[in-house]
């Protein structure tokens, strides 16, 4: 990404040595960020390093312990979001600021935004004739998004600053925000972008500033190609892709048994419209789709969350009728949720989340057998390598530590067959070689797995096998070794695989 | 928030100075400590205001009379730790022993079964609503109380029409009003008693864990295959048990057995809960705080007997008191978040 | 989603109509239980006068603003178990202060003292956000504080207040068929909360009641919205006890105990969610009417009033059950 050097002069935003503490616990040691105007200038680190923090400093919500922050060579200090708006930045958060239960008309009335000049981002953006009598909560998430990049924009800022906001659009929207954000920063404005996705970053920043440990670890040009780069200084040491690391622990290999787990003609909600699948004993079964093909449902339905509205679920050769989770456990089907908060009780310790499942039916709520607990805690925990110290509470655990503590509760109770949905979404580096390591020996004692993973690029460091859902329905099946990111990205649009490939090749 | 509004540091300060760093870890782990230094300061009050009142006597008519008021709680906590509240503790105590009563001329076993089971009925009513329909636990409990307020009016009249009156049967008298060994109320015993179950479950049982859960997170508990709603009924199905418990031993303490008896019991009940240092939101806190919070909220009331207050100072100090030791446990206990 | 080079499909068309009526169906639903309640109340007493409609609106007036008092903390997500006992302290401040007033001192006086139910409100708001005590711990605590103020300013029921001040609730306008207590009513709750609700202050209030979190990044100052509606419950409190004071014509210190627990169930009745951000107060209003024109329905055929405590308490927990059913079908499709 090169832009000539006339518009991209002057700093408009410079960050110098910023600092932040939570009592003992070091969020930001000094981050350095400079951002010049008409620059897209990108932050990338991994979880811990003190992205958030830094986002929150930015946008009012936190004070920072030392440093300063410059606009335009003028130091700001800003104290609440009002005086980032006035100091010329605005921010479209990870979640989105629209209030549920307001009309959008109301959300904007709230926060004084003229209706007509979102309007224009809004047409620029694509999205026509958006009834503003609509409550937010009716629109889909990927509108909301679109919706509170244009309530930035209308607010006319020098400095917007994105926070993962590509995460929930699918891949067509994002090129559209990509193009008109190129063409806004003509005008010489900035854009600061926070993404864990290096392909996005790649594709549109200039610099790219990389956060390790709550510092700057370096300023990075990205190229396509060379994200190593980037994911070297991420991490600190000399890098090895990850897929190399992890494909040398325990090569994928076919496993030719019976299956445990089979779907046939899943059909539920709008998104699932007819898939069926088999897992096998022994063998890790990959599902490659773009955002809300279905495969949520899909997950939902083999978990016992829903009901499928058609097609049947087999375990083990008998069709099984899920009623709740507790029925899919029964069978031995498990599911590791994407959202760790949807899995873990915050508040209470790791033992008692991983010892969950060994107190969910009326047949065990007697006495507990303190001793065998804590023994099959105790043997999770330690495969896992999970960093217990000092913490009481799983709340205060990092967020790869959390997902351990979610797969132990697993290992602990015993299972059949593994569901996990997006297991590495927002993890680190590291534990997401941990986890695929792990899945890969799960499978090699015997357990099926099914994963959803959104990182295309892993499937093959992990999968035995892969189907591809698009649009509900299964358009893509082979085996991991031919499943490389561009025939599965492919795929995933619902366009033919390249010759070469096993597939049963489906045409939108 | 606590930097935007600048009073965390200041208490923090102040903090430091009563009780340096290690004795404020101390307490922050150990709120039950502070709980029990507190009944203490209060005795201690009673004391100085009233010199000489403080005599075993007293100690065992306090103890005597926290005993229904901590059953009662007993059943507030357990809900109140599933993320839930129960306002129809008060009534379905009262129901309990008023029932009780007019029943008891005719078999006192028999009438304290019917009372105890109509606890049990009306708590399921209850967790139906709660579990089945989720219902907000607020408005659930506050409708069934206003119903069985209504049935049991309708009751009375018809039992007084009757002629009959209602009786408090000898033996829960002796168990509301006795003592053993000259001292010890009988209904400290069966306090003690349930206390212990209570606790023990709620810590070494898988029931004790789902309560925790629930109230932690019920998503988390479905995806790992509880059914909620089972824990949910048989709380509240529990909680009308032990209301139902506290209203008879309450007629038998207080020897009445009439519709107020154990209305004015339903605030106290949840306050006492939150003193004890369990959430509002549920899924953290005990009973051993309840008891703890049962005794000095009883303290407290005998205090403003024994100074004469008026009412209005009464109810003045009794509001403040709650609110003093709850906005305590926010700052010292959850300064960590 | 479509396939890739479309631009993104915007919401799925809905008209309008139906979705106004998917947002406003309860409060449509409690105007049309409210006509049918009215037809079946001729039907069974032909001889309903004016007077009874005057005796029902008043008898609904405190009922009412102690329900709009109680909504205004609940928009906000919030809860305030003190209402009853701010409406006891209104009722007798007034009753005191006007004991020997002429009308027009005593307008001044009505100024004053929800002026200073407003400022109590605000002492509830305060003492919630700066202790971080939850609002249900922090009301219950201070429903006995405010209680003992009330029977501090009138140990026992006693005061008065001029007839015509009485007569602004208890006449009636224009036509015998027109109630005061109806009209104050509308223009208490048209003049104050109207303003209030389509600006940002009022906006702010359902703002931090629906998504506390979305609020702040939007820059919405959620500490004053949630002061903002402590202050607005206070002043409706204070607007219930004067009403109370035009009804009874004296103070009672004990008169405001069971409004709180009716206000909340009139509010939920009238569509409110006690997880805050939705609902309105057209739905409250018609529900506080609903419950009393059912309760003098009962009166007039007879029923002891235990009876109808035991009715309004079961269609109470019908609703909710029937409110909770429909909310669990919507989320399973």
């Known amino acids: 990404m090169t832009v000539s050097g006339a518009t991209m002069s002057e700093p408009i935003l410079e960050i110098r040595g910023l600092a932040k503490n939570y009592g003992p616990v070091v969020a930001l040691r000094s981050a350095d960020v400079m951002v010049r105007a008409g620059e897209q200038h990108g932050i990338m680190g991994a979880n811990g390093a003190g992205k958030s923090t830094l986002v929150k400093i930015l946008t009012g919500v936190v004070r920072p312990d030392a440093g300063t922050i410059s606009v335009r060579g003028q130091v700001r200090a800003i104290r609440s979001p009002t005086e980032a708006r006035r100091a010329g930045l605005a921010t479209v958060y990870q979640e989105s600021s629209l209030i549920p239960d307001l009309t959008l008309e109301q959300n904007f009335r709230l926060t004084r935004t003229p209706l007509p000049a979102v309007r224009r981002w809004l047409d620029e953006l694509g999205l026509h004739g958006v009834d503003a009598r609509i409550a937010a909560r009716d629109l889909p998430l990927a509108t909301l998004r679109v919706l509170d990049l244009a309530r930035a924009l209308a607010a006319d800022p020098q400095i917007l600053i994105l926070d993962e906001m590509t995460a929930a659009l699918p891949a067509d929207l994002t090129e559209t925000v990509f193009r008109m954000l190129g063409q806004w920063r003509e005008s010489g404005r900035s854009l600061v972008f926070i993404s864990h996705r290096l392909a996005d970053i790649s594709a549109i920043c200039d610099g790219v500033t990389v956060l390790r440990d709550g510092a700057t670890a370096g300023v990075v040009e990205p190229v396509r190609g060379r994200e190593d780069q980037i994911v070297a200084l991420m991490l600190g040491t000399v890098s090895r892709p990850v897929g190399a690391a992890v494909s040398s622990t325990e090569g994928p290999h076919e496993g030719s048994q019976a299956a445990v787990l089979e779907a046939r003609g899943l059909r539920a909600g709008a998104a699932l419209r007819d898939v069926s699948l088999e897992v096998r004993r022994g063998e890790v079964l990959g599902v490659a789709a773009l955002e809300g093909q279905g495969q949520q449902e899909l997950f939902d339905c083999l978990a016992g969350v829903r009901h499928p509205d058609g097609g049947e679920i087999l375990v083990e050769g008998r069709v ?120 890969r020996e799960l499978a090699a004692s015997g357990a099926a797995v099914l994963i959803f993973t959104s990182e295309l690029s892993e499937i093959q460091l992990v999968c035995d096998r892969v189907i591809v859902v698009f649009d509900g329905s299964v358009v893509g099946e082979m085996s991991a070794g031919v499943a490389d990111e561009a025939t599965l990205l492919r795929t995933a649009h619902g366009l033919a695989a390249e010759r070469g490939s096993a597939f049963t090749g489906a045409v939108s | 928030m606590s930097e935007s509004l600048g009073g965390g540091a200041t208490w923090r300060g102040l903090a430091t100075l009563v009780a340096p760093n290690g004795r404020r870890r101390f307490l922050q782990d150990r709120p039950l400590v502070a709980l029990a230094a507190l009944l203490l300061l209060l005795t201690a009050v009673v004391d100085i205001l009233s010199p000489g009142a403080v005599t075993p006597e007293w100690v065992s008519a306090t103890l005597m009379f926290a005993a229904p008021l901590g059953i009662i709680a007993a059943g507030q906590t357990l809900v109140i730790l599933t993320g839930g509240i129960d306002l129809s503790v008060g009534v379905v105590a009262t129901t309990a022993g008023y029932v009780m009563a007019t029943l008891s001329p005719n078999g006192a076993a028999e009438a304290i079964l019917v009372g105890l089971g109509l606890g049990v009925l009306i708590g399921l009513m209850n967790g139906f609503g709660v579990a089945v329909f989720q219902v907000q636990p607020l408005i659930m409990t506050l409708g069934m109380g206003l ?112 519709r107020g008896l154990a209305e004015p019991y339903l605030l106290p009940s949840v306050a006492a809960v939150v003193i004890g240092g369990t959430s509002v939101f549920g899924g953290a806190g005990g009973y051993s705080g309840t008891m703890l919070g049962a005794l000095i909220l009883t303290i407290v009331a005998g205090l403003l007997v024994v100074v004469h207050a008026p009412a209005a100072i009464g109810q003045i100090v009794y509001g403040g008191i709650i609110l003093v030791v709850a906005a305590a446990y926010s700052r010292v206990v959850n300064e960590q978040t | 989603m479509t396939s890739s080079g479309a631009t993104v499909a915007g919401p799925p068309p809905v008209s309008l109509t139906r979705h106004l009526i998917a947002r406003n169906g309860w409060t449509i639903s409690v105007y049309v239980l409210l006509g049918l309640l009215f037809f079946f109340t001729f039907a069974v007493n032909p001889r309903f006068s004016a007077y009874d409609l005057r005796s029902l609106a008043l008898g609904a007036l405190p009922a009412a603003l102690a329900a709009v008092a109680e909504a205004a903390v609940v928009f906000a997500a919030g809860i305030d178990l003190s209402v009853g006992a701010l409406i006891s302290v209104s009722n007798v401040l007034a009753a005191s202060l006007m004991v020997n007033a002429d009308f027009s001192h005593s307008l001044g006086l009505a100024a004053f003292v929800l002026a200073a139910l407003t400022v109590a409100g605000l002492i509830n708001g305060l003492i919630i956000i700066v202790s971080r005590v939850p609002d249900i711990v922090v009301t219950l605590a201070m429903s006995f504080v405010w209680s003992g103020v009330a029977l501090m300013i009138l140990s026992q029921p006693g005061g008065g207040a001029p007839p015509e001040f009485l007569a602004l609730a208890t006449g009636t306008f224009m036509t015998p068929w027109v109630p005061n207590a109806l009209i104050l009513l509308v223009v208490m709750v048209a003049i104050v909360w109207l303003p209030i609700r389509s600006r940002p202050i009022g906006l702010s209030i359902f703002a931090t009641g629906s998504d506390p979190q979305a609020a702040m990044r939007s820059g919405v100052n959620v500490v004053r ?81 235990s009876y109808g405590q035991v009715i309004q308490g079961t269609i109470m927990v019908l609703v909710v059950m029937a409110g909770g059913l429909a909310a669990l079908r919507r989320s399973a499709k």
Do not use: H
């Open chain 1, 320 to 439: 099984r009728s899920f009623r709740d989770p507790q029925d899919a456990i029964r069978q031995g089907v498990v599911l590791i949720p994407a959202d760790r908060a949807q899995a873990l009780l915050r508040l209470r310790s790791v033992q008692e989340n991983v010892a969950l499942p060994m107190v969910n039916r009326p047949s065990r709520w007697g006495l507990i057998n303190v001793a065998r607990e804590g023994r099959q805690v105790l043997q999770a925990i330690r495969r896992l390598e999970i960093d217990t110290r000092a913490q009481s509470e799983v709340r205060r655990m990092s967020g790869g530590n959390q997902q351990k503590v979610t797969i132990a509760r697993w290992l602990a109770s015993g299972f059949k067959t593994l569901l996990c949905f997006d297991p590495t979404r927002g993890i680190d580096i590291g534990t997401k070689r941990q986890i695929y390591g792990l899945v």
């Open chain 3, 225 to 305: 919205a949630r002061l903002s509606a402590y202050a607005l419950c206070g002043f409706f409190s204070g607007a219930a006890g004067l009403a109370l004071t035009m009804n009874t014509g004296a103070g009672d210190p004990l008169s405001g105990g069971f409004f709180t627990l009716t206000a909340i169930a009139t509010i939920v009745l009238g569509g409110v969610s006690l997880t805050g951000g939705r609902g309105g107060m057209l739905g409250p209003l018609a529900a506080a009417y609903i419950l009393a024109l059912i309760s003098s329905d009962l009166i007039f055929l007879g029923v002891s009033p």
């Open chain 2, 147 to 258: 119903v069985v307020t209504g049935v049991l009016n309708v009751y009375a009249q018809q039992t007084v029409a009757a002629g009959a009156v209602p009786v408090v049967p000898d033996v829960i008298r002796q168990l509301g009003a006795g003592r053993l060994v000259g001292i010890v109320p009988n209904s400290l015993v069966l306090w003690t008693l349930l206390g212990v179950v209570i606790i023990v479950g709620l810590k070494r049982s898988g029931y004790g864990r789902l309560l925790y859960a629930t109230g932690n997170n019920r998503i988390a508990c479905r995806l790992a295959g509880v059914r909620v709603w089972q824990v949910l009924l048989v709380t509240y199905a529990v909680a009308g048990l032990l209301s139902a418990l506290g209203g008879i031993l309450l007629s038998g303490t207080t020897n009445v057995a009439d």
